[in-house]
C-alpha cells in the first residue's frame, strides 16, 4: 500500500548549523527532522509553514523564500509513503521565541524540543530523509531531483 504525504518544512541554518526538531512518534522517531507539516483546510503552504514552524519551534518567521519541491519514497514494514517536501528557506528573530510552544487541543506536537546541530554531524544514523534530502542540496548534488527510495526504514 502506497501512502501520500506532503508537508512544508521551514529551514533555517546559521554558523553552518541547522535548527532541528527531534520526532517523538511516527516513522522518523528519534531522529532529527526539519520544522513543519501538514496543511490544514483552506490552508495555503506559506500558511502551513508559520502555523507549523511556530507550533514546533516557538519562533514566528519574519521571512522566507526559496520554495522548492522534493519527494523521497520511505518503504516501511506495512506500506510505502510517497512523502512529498515543500522547503522555504526561513529567517527568524533568534531572541523573540515564545515562552511556550503552541499546542492546539486537537493536535498533538510530535517534537520533543529544538537542536542546533551541525550539518556534518547530521546522516542517515541520525536524519529523517528531508534532512537527507536537504544535504544533498546543500551539497549540489546533480541528482537531488532524482528518485530516492528507502528500502526497509529503520524506526528507532
Avoid at 502551513?48 to 522566507?64: H, W
Avoid at 526561513?90 to 506536537?109: C, G, I, P, R, Y
Wanted: proline share 2%; hydrophobic share 35%.
Amino acid at each position: 500500500m502506497i501512502v501520500n504525504h506532503i508537508g512544508v518544512y521551514g529551514i533555517y541554518i546559521k554558523d553552518n548549523k541547522l535548527l532541528c526538531i527531534r520526532k517523538e512518534r511516527g516513522p522518523y522517531k528519534n531522529r532529527f527532522d526539519l520544522p513543519g507539516g501538514s496543511q490544514k483546510e483552506y490552508e495555503s503552504l506559506t500558511e502551513t509553514l508559520v502555523r507549523e514552524f511556530q507550533e514546533e519551534t516557538g519562533y514566528q518567521i519574519d521571512d522566507y523564500s526559496n520554495c522548492r519541491a522534493f519527494d523521497v519514497f520511505v518503504e516501511e514494514t506495512n506500506r510505502t509513503v510517497h512523502h512529498i517536501m515543500v522547503f522555504y528557506d526561513v529567517d527568524v528573530n533568534l531572541n523573540e521565541q515564545d515562552a511556550v510552544l503552541e499546542k492546539l487541543e486537537d493536535e498533538l506536537n510530535d517534537s520533543s524540543g529544538l537542536y542546533w546541530i551541525d550539518l556534518k554531524e547530521l546522516d542517515i544514523s541520525n536524519v529523517s530523509p528531508l534532512i537527507l534530502k536537504l544535504k544533498q542540496e546543500l551539497g549540489n548534488d546533480e541528482t537531488v531531483y532524482e528518485k530516492v527510495v528507502y528500502k526497509n526504514w529503520e524506526i528507532l
